[in-house]
């Protein structure tokens, strides 16, 4: 039907139809699910080119309200609402830059495809991090990659200690963009130096877009006090507050609140919830070690954390030292694009894989992976010249290879102590 309107001279707006079909759907049920989804897809662009339709934001968000007020429990208009305020027009950028080693990296909101980059005068191409430490089972050119952060790879020898300006092109995860644009000034972390405390991760919002979200705080804050146990007005507040400012202590405090809220109100979710809770407890360390200069330890410690976001990862590069004991982690994911890590301590958790994957991380001098589902093969181990001590200890797979296959593993002048689950090699 599409195609054939396209033939006959565009004699009929598709758009327009969709848009009002969507309208009358609405009008007639405020719990229609495509409906919403299909105003959604109206404003978002296909595949280089503009969005089909643009709609007037705060027009939408006042039609929105009423769904809202006349049933507050109904999902698919808090699912909508949530498309408006946090992801509509929301392309990913660029949200920092660092340097390792020598070495220049460009971290962005969101995961994106790119592979050119242009920072000062240079050009260069870009390799997603992280990068596992093992052999690939297939060759890189028959799959892209996707990444919250890269590494500048430039064509000609350069420094960048200054203020850069950085383009990149890229395609956006999720936008049906093929192509788009991201530009960034500002100066880059110096990990080889003393990072300076000043430097600080800012939330980047335009003035337009933090007035909806100041406006749709404060309608949530009104509905509440009318209906103080609607769950999805208190989930769009959390989220709304942590998207609306840097997450600062007392932000995290009442979405620490509203979470404990949530799940006594709707206990068949409370897994959900204490993701949820865990991710802000994270959230809550990270922006206090920002705040203290980002040095020091990182210690997100039992905090009940079941994965590490790509975003999280990013905001902690440059961290030397970090603490996950006693989480529920399933793998190593993006632990292994923190390349400036040190020291690791991973202990109790629940990973699973190879224990050859963290040597990605070639400054380590010493790392913590006891009581976790870890195998080591054989012919893959490569651990970093830095590292000096590793502990395998309560990890079955491993400890079920024996002393003698263990001990060909590590160098010569290694030293294994090994027996009854205690695996502990060191120099």
């Known amino acids: 039907m599409r195609t054939w309107g396209k ?4 004699s009929m707006d598709l758009n327009a139809i969709d848009l009002k079909l969507s309208t009358d759907l609405i009008n007639q049920n405020f719990s229609n699910y495509s409906a919403w989804h299909l105003r959604t897809l109206l404003q978002q662009p296909l595949a280089g080119e503009e969005p089909r339709m643009k709609l007037n934001v705060e027009e939408e968000l006042e039609w929105v309200q009423q769904g809202i007020y006349t049933e507050p429990n109904d999902q698919s208009v808090w699912l909508y609402h949530q498309w408006l305020t946090l992801e509509h027009s929301q392309l990913p950028r660029i949200t920092h830059c660092a340097i390792l080693d020598g070495e220049f990296f460009i971290f962005f ?22 990068r596992s430490a093992l052999k690939r089972t297939r060759p890189r050119s028959v799959r892209r990659s996707w990444s919250v952060g890269w590494r500048f790879l430039p064509e000609t020898e350069a420094k960048f200690r200054d203020e850069v300006q950085i383009t990149v ?5 999720g936008t049906g963009l093929k192509q788009s644009t991201s530009v960034f000034n500002g100066q880059p972390f ?33 509905l509440l006090e009318i209906e103080p146990d609607c769950r999805w007005a208190l989930l769009a507040r959390m989220r709304l507050q942590l998207a609306s400012s840097p997450p600062e202590e007392a932000t995290l405090s009442s979405c620490l609140s509203s979470l404990e809220r949530m799940s006594s109100l709707d206990p068949l979710r409370r897994n959900f919830y204490a993701d949820s809770k865990a991710d ?17 330890d990182l210690k997100l410690v039992g905090l009940g954390l079941k994965k590490i ?22 793998e190593f994911g993006p632990l292994l694009g923190l390349l400036s890590l040190i020291e690791l301590s991973v202990s109790k958790n629940q990973i699973r894989g190879d224990v050859a994957e963290i040597f990605a991380l070639k400054r380590l001098q010493y790392v913590d992976l006891s009581w976790n589902y870890l195998s080591a093969n054989l012919g893959c181990w490569n651990p970093p010249e830095k590292l000096q001590k590793i502990d395998l200890s309560g990890n079955t797979n491993v ?3 024996g002393h003698e296959k263990l001990s060909q593993l590590f160098p010569t002048a290694w030293k294994l102590q090994f027996g009854e689950g205690k695996c502990l090699a060191h120099k």
């Open 7 to 10: 033939d006959k001279s565009n």
């Open 109 to 130: 909101s969101r995961p994106v495809c790119a592979s050119v980059a242009t920072v000062g005068t240079v050009r260069g191409c870009l390799e997603a991090i992280p």
């Open 169 to 173: 092109t890229l395609e956006s995860c």
């Open 190 to 222: 110096d990990l080889d130096t003393e990072m300076s405390s000043n430097q600080e991760l800012k939330c980047e919002l335009s003035e337009e877009k933090k007035e909806i979200l100041k406006s749709e705080l404060m309608r949530i804050d009104e």
């Open 280 to 296: 802000a407890l994270m959230m809550q360390s990270l922006t206090m070690w920002s705040g203290q200069g980002r040095k020091g």
């Open 309 to 330: 976001s790509p975003t999280a990862a990013a905001f902690a590069f440059g961290v030397r030292i970090l603490r996950l004991d006693e989480n529920e982690l399933h």
């Open 399 to 401: 400890t079920e290879l």
